[in-house]
């Protein structure tokens, strides 16, 4: 009888409000049992009501049953722990959704403990115990629980997949290997995981010394980072010192020049106000003399007249002319244009070496490895090729956008955008919504009834609204356009123009190296010619743009793959 019970639901001698094994079990009037102490408990807090109530089906007693043990059911229960049943299974060993179910288990399944790959199925630990137990069964390939065991089964011969063809490179049963994959280089599914095991190994061996490798460059870029933000910081301190002396210097100087004016200044005042008084005295002096000259004038006694009078050559000598000369002065102005020409010495000689400061702040050499060099097929360039579409803000009116915003016609009418400050107002053209940096690579098919585009980059800040050149692409220093016709190509940078030479083929294709400062444009077909490249310095992220000259010329940016 024992044995018969270890083999029943577990659930059928737990209780249902504990979830545990029975103690001290009770059984109430409707047949349902539970421990003492649970019922108990649930009906003490029923007793509030008057009614108390089964758990499970709900029937009402008034009043409150006796609870008397039920022997038999205390009996069988220990019968059972000691023949090995237990207490049932807490829910987190059932199996969810997301669980791999055991397959031997009825009503509520348990969770898998292992899966088998030779029966093949799945087991919960007591289901599996005669892997453990039987001989045949021990030989038997355990595995982490696994949902995929059905992959392993051949969907023709219902087998085991135990070989491998590497001949057609797939695993397959025995009855495969006689049949459609007779005289194919076959082994067995051990002897090919052995073999990509080594080679596995290998590789990963390959990726950690790699691993490690990039461990080490990442550690000295991080201290070429902490070794450049130290110079950075280094350098600005002095040369905020440096230019803080110098100011400090020009003050001294300018308050030098203002003390040494202001000497001169009152040197120079001195002496005229000292000429001055010397003339007012004078003055003073003469017209005493003449307030005599003219008391002696009116006097009516000849002999006295002259007997006082001075003779005309001493009145002469006594009033000499003046000696001051009248010139063109010149006070201090001779000392402004000696400052005014200093200042322009200056400027001029700040002009020309703060341009070499500047390239030596550009120049500055950092840690890092030499730019990868440009492909050579296409290939190459396909391994950066990225996803960029049109930005509808800046497109003129005249031009149509389709294809999920990849393709572009130039249209004879006005389409209804709204107003946008990134839109071109007056040059047919349209920047992509997303910005280039790093190494880019994309392709434009271009055609239509005009036959005649730009293939440009641009900067974000390009002008847009007019219809100088400040906006078109390729006639400024903000944007590098390739001109596209029926009959030749043309380089267009800053308004000036270099004619290509070199297969006109509708689809051109752009590659970009940013840090490196590299710009190319390639004809594309069955092989690449390039047509022109750009060796510069980029100083911000660019724009993809297309520019328009005739009613029906298409451009779409393709999916290259």
Known sequence: MAQKGVQLDRESFSCSICLDLLKDPVTIPCGHSYCRDCIKGHWDGEDQKGIHSCPQCRKTFTPRPVLEKNTMLADLVEQLKKTGLQAAPADHCYAGAEDVACDFCSGRKLKAFKSCLTCPASYCEKHLQPHYDVAPLKKHKLVEPSKNLQENICSGHDEVMKMFCRTDQKSICYLCSVEEH??????????????????????????????????KDVKLLQQEVEAINQSADKTVEHSEKIFTELIRLLQKRSSELKQQIRSQQETEVSRVKELQEKLEQEITELKRKDAELQQLSHTEDHTQFLQNCPSVSALRESTPSSSIKIRPLRHFEAVTAAVSELREKLQDLLREE??????????????????????????????????????????????????????????????????????????????????????????????????????????????????????????????????????????MYNSIKTSISGPVISRVGVYLDHRAGILSFYSVSETMTLLHRVQTTFTQPLYAGIRFYYPGSTAELCKVE
């Open 182 to 215: 007779k005289g194919h280089d076959t082994v067995s599914a051990a002897a090919e995981r052995t073999e990509r095991q080594r080679e596995l190994e290998g590789s990963r061996q390959q990726i950690q010394q790699r691993v490690q490798d990039r461990e």
């Open 354 to 491: 703060w341009t070499n400061i500047s390239l030596r702040v550009s120049d500055v050499d950092v840690l890092l490895p030499e730019p990868e060099p440009e492909p050579e097929s296409r290939a190459g360039f396909l391994k950066y090729s990225c996803e960029i579409t049109l930005d509808p803000n800046t497109a003129h009116t005249e031009l149509l956008l389709s294809e999920r915003n990849r393709k572009v016609t130039r249209m004879s009418q006005h389409q209804s955008y709204s107003d946008h400050p990134d839109r071109f107002t007056d040059w047919p053209q349209i920047l992509s919504r997303q910005s280039l940096t790093g190494r880019c690579y994309w392709e434009v098919e271009w055609g239509g009834g005009g036959k005649a585009v730009r293939v440009a980059v641009a900067y974000k800040n390009i002008s847009r609204a007019g219809d100088g050149d400040e906006c078109g692409f390729g006639c400024n220093d903000k944007s590098w356009a390739l001109e596209c016709s029926q009959i030749r190509y043309k380089f």
